[in-house]
């Protein structure tokens, strides 16, 4: 099945600096890959998504990146602020056998932490 | 926010109970997942469904049923808890694959 690995599980930045976070998947056949932001106590919330036919995609100060040859993905905050503290995951669909039902593989987390 | 809602929010039993957590939901999405969340694990896929009385297993299915009758509702059963089993369950919704996924508001269970 799907192994979707995330690192760092923790980071700390400045406000104003930039954050990344990283993704690997197992499954060669994954082709949607999400990321979600759960601030503490909420449910998470998507913030943006990528499709394999695509090999980075951008909203506002958001952005991610796929490398399918390498099956690795990354999500970037630029400018970050305090109100974009929590905890994001990424995720994969595993697609053996073409269908997925909608199926995720979430990765472990990263807690991102930004200073003011 | 998406119309989809968790009962109980919060929720102690005993080791051994069953239980029952409903998940609700007023889009009219064919499919519907349960995962868990505990810390370190992200969030892991109990059992999901793809329509009316179409149900398949996760990858943490043991200890589990679910059942879909409507729709609308989509039931998680512990059929006999355990210490383990204490987590974060929540409940999403999507309309189709591949597309975004709206998550309830979690139910936090506590087995002692």
């Known amino acids: 099945g799907e192994n979707v690995e995330q690192h760092p599980s923790t980071l700390s930045v400045q406000e104003g600096d930039s954050a990344v976070i990283k993704c690997t998947y197992s499954?060669?056949?994954?082709?949607?890959f999400p990321w979600y932001k759960q601030e503490l106590g909420k449910r998470p919330q998507l913030i943006i998504d990528i499709r394999s036919n695509v090999g980075e995609k951008k909203d506002q100060r958001i952005a991610v990146t796929l490398n399918k040859t390498a099956k690795h993905f990354s999500l970037h905050i630029t400018e970050t602020q305090p109100e974009d503290s929590a905890v994001y995951f990424c995720?994969?669909?595993?697609?053996?056998?073409?269908?997925?039902?909608?199926?995720?593989?979430f990765g472990q987390g990263t807690i991102l932490t930004v200073h003011p | 926010d998406a119309g989809i809602t968790q009962s109980p929010r919060h929720k102690v039993t005993e080791t051994g109970t069953p239980v029952t957590l409903r998940c609700h939901q007023t889009e009219n999405h064919r499919y519907m997942y349960w995962y868990r969340q505990d810390p370190g694990h992200g969030l892991r896929l109990i059992h999901y469904s793809y329509g009316v009385k179409d149900t398949d297993k996760g990858e943490v299915s043991d200890g589990y049923s679910v059942s879909r009758s409507k729709t609308e509702d989509f039931l998680l059963t512990l059929e006999s808890a355990t210490s383990s089993q204490t987590s974060v369950y929540f409940c999403?919704?999507?309309?189709?694959?591949?597309?975004?996924?709206?998550f309830g508001q979690g139910t936090r269970l506590t087995v002692v």
């Open positions: 995720a994969a669909n595993p697609n053996a056998g073409g269908t997925s039902y909608g199926k995720l593989t």
């Open positions: 499954d060669s056949a994954s082709n949607y």
């Open positions: 999403a919704i999507t309309q189709a694959q591949n597309t975004e996924a709206f």
